[in-house]
T-cell receptor, first 116, second 115 residues
Framework: GAVVSQHPSRVICKSGTSVKIECRSL??????MFWYRQFPKKSLMLMAT?????????EQGVEKDKFLINHASLTLSTLTVTSAHPEDSSFYIC????????????FGPGTRLTVL | AQSVTQPDIHITVSEGASLELRCNYS??????LFWYVQSPGQGLQLLLK??????LVQGIKGFEAEFKRSQSSFNLRKPSVHWSDAAEYFC?????????????FGTGTKLQVIP
């Protein structure tokens, strides 16, 4: 158990458009989900913590108006990159805590975003 | 601030040889410690975790890790590496106890396995 999916796995978009990435916990409920960004040859950087039914908590330096997070249900969180630019190109990974556990995150396979 | 160091960026081992990946952290208290593996194009898979108790932790795929408080280390080991172990390995720490707040990842160690 504890499977997390992301959709799409890969997306290419034009500069100025918005892209939505979905993160789903397939076989468990997740009150809390996390969004990370992974840069080439670097580690994962936490972008925000998403709690079901409330506003996300963003890390310092992450633009909340640019990276919109919605966690409308216990199995789905979405990250929308608004007005994407080439510098937003990256590998975005989500993770989820299996409610009521709070000590382990289960990671999705990631979404490769390329902005032309 | 939390910090996690994986001093080896890239390691190459022969198939069948033993493996040790290093991880050091810097905190005052004992954090929760994790090792994850990321295969090319894949998400992170949890190999093992340490919260408390026995300092030698067994994980999946034949991996184990030992927490050494005196050295602030949590090194990952495997006695005999398989070609399928080629991947990137991340050490991670979470200082909060009983609740998940922020996990800090190391920069990763890329493992190459040669025949």
């Amino acid at each position: 158990g504890a499977v997390v999916s992301q959709h799409p796995s890969r997306v290419i978009c034009k500069s100025g458009t918005s892209v939505k990435i979905e993160c789903r916990s397939l076989d468990f409920q997740a009150t809390t989900m996390f969004w990370y960004r992974q840069f080439p040859k670097k580690s994962l950087m936490l972008m925000a913590t998403s709690n079901e039914g409330s506003k996300a908590t963003y890390e310092q330096g992450v633009e909340k108006d640019k990276f919109l997070i919605n966690h409308a249900s216990l199995t789905l969180s979405t990250l929308t990159v608004t007005s994407a630019h080439p510098e937003d190109s990256s590998f975005y990974i989500c993770s989820a805590e299996r409610t009521p556990e709070t000590d382990t995150q289960y990671f999705g396979p990631g979404t490769r975003l390329t902005v032309l | 601030a939390q910090s996690v160091t994986q001093p080896d960026i890239h390691i190459t081992v022969s198939e069948g040889a033993s493996l040790e990946l290093r991880c050091n952290y810097s905190y005052g208290a004992t954090p929760y410690l994790f090792w994850y593996v990321q295969s090319p194009g894949q998400g992170l898979q949890l190999l093992l975790k340490y919260f408390s108790g026995d300092t030698l932790v067994q994980g999946i795929k034949g991996f184990e890790a030992e927490f050494k408080r005196s050295q602030s280390s949590f090194n990952l080991r495997k006695p005999s590496v398989h070609w399928s172990d080629a991947a990137e390995y991340f050490c991670a720490v979470d200082l909060s106890s009983g609740g998940y707040q922020k996990v800090t990842f190391g920069t990763g160690t890329k493992l190459q396995v040669i025949p």
